[in-house]
């Protein structure tokens, strides 16, 4: 497995896997859990992608359950997670609205939850989950520098942000923010050209992608891009899943895809994107596909 240096002494591995879906299946054991971790570990993906929200506030106990019943598995795993998101659900049952909330109090209350709930001392990665348009940007900003100070988190950055969310964050923080987890597949290709990869790409700041499979309609849908697909996948003895994650691997910014899915045998698969071939033709061809039409 490919790695990510992530900072100094930190690296992620080139596919991350995601726990969003977690707490919908319909086992949810310590050991079911250490089964799909082992599964992520035995390909070298040891990169595990958490926030509070998940599973209803839950997914992030339920691993937490698997981690105290196995302990070696925490030293063999970086964990990112992510807070600012409020619904009505599990902790914050009751939230009159969804909203988001940067502030310092709850930013510095989420990690203290986070790392309870896991049974770790330290998140690898934080990530603010989505940009809030009431963010008092010195307030978060040093909220994030003092977590990162006093050893709770090793690194911080963001998801879903654009460029303005990040420079008027960043503005604020002594700490560098390290990664922008944001949507990209063929399905959500704009962030090719609108700015948002390039921008990273330009910094050096490696990219997390969500949804690199478009939520499953890639693999599910029909349709142009799910033919061509099918067609270099049939030439290259795997699924059109790899294929797809191949797409944003072959990208020189770095890109990172979070793959999501509670079936182990599924999990056991996640690596064959990189056996997958994508030279600049067949990657304009998907892409083209993507778009509907040529490229201007």
Not at 110 to 133: A, E, F, Y
Not at 164 to 183: C, F, G, K, R, V
């Amino acid at each position: 497995m490919q790695r990510i240096q992530i900072t100094n002494d930190l690296s992620f591995s080139r596919i991350i896997y995601g726990m969003w879906r977690l707490g919908d299946d319909t086992d949810t054991s310590p050991k079911h859990v250490q089964a799909k971790i082992e599964s992520c570990l035995a390909q070298g993906i040891t990169t595990m992608d958490q926030a509070d929200i998940y599973g209803g506030y839950m997914a992030e106990e339920i691993m937490g359950h698997a981690l105290r019943a196995a302990p070696a598995l925490k030293h063999q795993i970086e964990i990112v997670t992510k807070c600012d998101i409020i619904v009505s659900a599990g902790r914050y049952a009751g939230a009159g609205v969804k909203h988001y909330d940067t502030s310092a109090a709850h930013v510095t209350a989420s990690v203290d939850h986070s790392l309870r709930l896991m049974g770790v001392d330290r998140i690898d990665t934080l990530l603010i989950h989505r940009p809030d348009p009431l963010m008092d940007h010195h307030d978060t900003g040093a909220a994030l520098d003092a977590l990162v100070a006093t050893g709770k988190v090793r690194s911080v950055g963001v998801s879903n942000f654009k460029q303005h969310d990040w420079t008027l964050l960043q503005s604020a923080m002594q700490t560098p923010l390290i990664t922008n987890q944001i949507e990209l597949s063929l399905t959500a290709h704009q962030g090719f050209t609108n700015g948002d990869v390039a921008y990273l790409q330009e910094r050096g700041v490696p990219i997390m992608a969500w949804s690199p499979l478009g939520g499953g309609a890639l693999m599910t849908g029909t349709g142009a891009v799910q033919d061509a697909l099918a067609a270099v996948a049939a030439e290259q003895a795997v699924d059109s899943a790899a294929v797809a994650v191949a797409w944003l691997l072959a990208h020189p910014a770095r890109i990172m895809p979070v793959m999501g899915t509670n079936a182990i045998g599924r999990i056991k698969t996640l690596s064959d994107a990189l056996k997958v071939t994508m030279d600049r033709e067949t990657w304009f061809t998907l892409y083209t596909a993507a778009l509907g039409q040529e490229v201007p």
